[in-house]
């Protein structure tokens, strides 16, 4: 493929798989979102780049759905590339294959970018005389829904845990991976014998930080899919951190 | 290097590091034991290998002694290669050197091999006719102390945990890296600002299984050095599952 699309090859390591021998939603989203980081660095719009610039990406939304998740040991590929730009977001999508090139799942995401001193939106068209827009594409498809709507009305949250050092990244936030292997543990081994992971989607709102109290909010809003939210406590209120859309199958 | 030292070329990935910036003893072990899989299966003597006769290694002790870590995209390299072999087990050492070449840790463990039906140790000099006393090696050296004792007389827990999905491999057992992660949360971000992870020693003795209750013990035996146990409830007893030694500087 050409330049605008960037391939990497990876193995499912056995420290990575579940108790099923498959690859988990957590490492594999690490995976996509380190392949985007190459993606971006190779062609100038890296995180190193854009913070001497003192401009960095954040991720908005994620959103993934697999046919079929890699066994250990078994190797696999990611694609990845720019489906399209806006003047404060851009597309960025994902194609997940098998050894053999078969396509196993599709991933979207939503990135914005900021200034880093005010954490203030910043204009894409702007960056690099707007040459970013010069990487879009559409020589790969991802047929895959756009991440929708997700609404969590309970009160009462299915589980209450405090952010701790292994949540906590070099920016001093609890990253988005493990707010998502949080989620997954919501689920009793039981319940994922029975159902397959099909879709799982992430919507990041606000940072939460070492020690605070994240309450997680879970609503089955059709059989097996699940709508939740993750909120931090702040004095007496709440904040919406992440929302997430578990579907099974 | 000869055929007897096996070396990976690896990059500190961004949510592999913590708020510092350099890699976590988790993922570090994590690279270490995929880097001994390596060595083994390209020898003929991989779990893959094994379990076509019935056998699998079981990692019995692992201390890692670290004089920096990587930091955040830094590349990085691991040496590893067999020390020696006795009847019933095998040590195997490690050296992780910087993106010069420069020796910034070491790592020894101790490995046995069990029958995967009794569970019972297998006797490693029938393995291939003994053949794997051919790929030991000083070449290298380890200058770091071998595991020692770690003794833990307290009774009140200072965290307890249940194991869940993310804790679970495929063997259905709680994941050796886990409980490394585990037992670095106990640390507040205020005492690792302020301390730096010289050595992490584990000795792992029972499997644990989801839903089991976790209790970690831990008891400061000198000036930032803590002696852990981690045990799991069964019934009204108790067993040890790992026990672990943790040095800052």
Request: net charge negative; aromatic share 12%; hydrophobic share 35%.
């Amino acid at each position: 493929m050409g330049n605008k699309v960037e391939t990497t090859a990876l193995m499912a390591e056995p420290f990575h798989v579940d108790f099923s021998g498959r690859l988990t939603m957590g490492v594999l989203g690490n995976h996509l979102l380190n392949c985007a980081g190459v993606h971006a660095a190779s062609r100038g719009f890296g995180i190193a780049e854009l913070n001497e610039c003192k401009y960095t990406w954040v991720l908005s939304r994620l959103a993934i759905e697999m046919f079929e998740m890699p066994y250990q040991y078994e190797h696999f590929t990611i694609d990845t590339w720019v489906e399209s730009v806006y003047r404060l977001f851009t597309n960025r999508n994902f194609r997940i294959c098998d050894k053999d090139g078969t396509s196993i799942g599709y991933a979207r995401s939503i990135w914005a970018m900021i200034d880093v001193a005010s954490r203030k939106p910043a204009d894409l068209f702007q960056l690099h005389g707007g040459s970013i827009v010069e990487y879009c594409t559409d020589e790969l498809d991802c047929p895959i829904d756009r991440p929708g709507r997700i609404k969590v009305s309970t009160t009462d949250p299915v589980s209450v845990l405090t952010a701790r050092y292994s949540d906590i990244d070099i920016n001093g936030h609890v990253n988005s991976i493990r707010y998502i292997e949080h989620i997954m543990d919501l689920f009793s081994l039981d319940y994922l014998k029975d159902h397959i992971l099909k879709r799982f989607e992430m919507a990041y709102s606000a940072e939460s930080y070492y020690g605070d109290e994240l309450r997680i909010y879970q609503e089955e809003t059709a059989p097996d899919s699940f709508d939740l939210e993750i909120r931090k406590k702040i004095g007496e209120k709440e904040e919406v951190c992440v929302k997430s859309k578990v579907i099974f199958k």
